[in-house]
Nanobody, 125 residues
């Protein structure tokens, strides 16, 4: 049973906005860092953003800094990714993931232990 489920993806024009959600079921991830990563066709999965367990600290890839905002609501066991000023190069499948290491920011795929199924974001020019 998948424990992380993303939603909110879709088709949007360049300059538009989307908000992705990642809900957890079966267990709580409130004590762990959470991240969003994305994978475009023919490319490796890349880090987008991460948030600490309490939600007070965040970390972003340079490519999305100033445009994307990660947040979480531990009472709802949900993580969000607000995306604004979207560009065609943001087109990808977006995944949320849980980092159970309890260390520094996880920016590599192998550092995350639990994954969602992904949600497609397509930005048209």
């Amino acid at each position: 049973q998948r424990q992380l489920v993303e939603s909110g993806g879709g088709l949007v024009q360049a300059g538009g906005s989307l908000r992705l959600s990642c809900g957890a079921s079966g267990r709580t991830f409130s004590g762990y860092h959470m991240g969003w990563l994305r994978q475009a066709p023919g490319k490796e999965r890349e880090f987008v953003a991460a948030i600490n367990w309490g939600g007070g600290r965040t970390y972003y890839a340079d490519s999305v800094k100033g445009r994307f905002t990660i947040s979480r609501d531990n009472a709802k066991n949900t993580v969000y990714l607000q995306m604004t000023s979207l560009k065609p190069e943001d087109t990808a499948v977006y995944y949320c993931a849980a980092d159970l290491r309890g260390a520094d920011w996880a920016t590599r795929q192998y550092e995350y232990e639990y994954w969602g199924q992904g949600t497609q974001v397509t930005v048209s020019s």
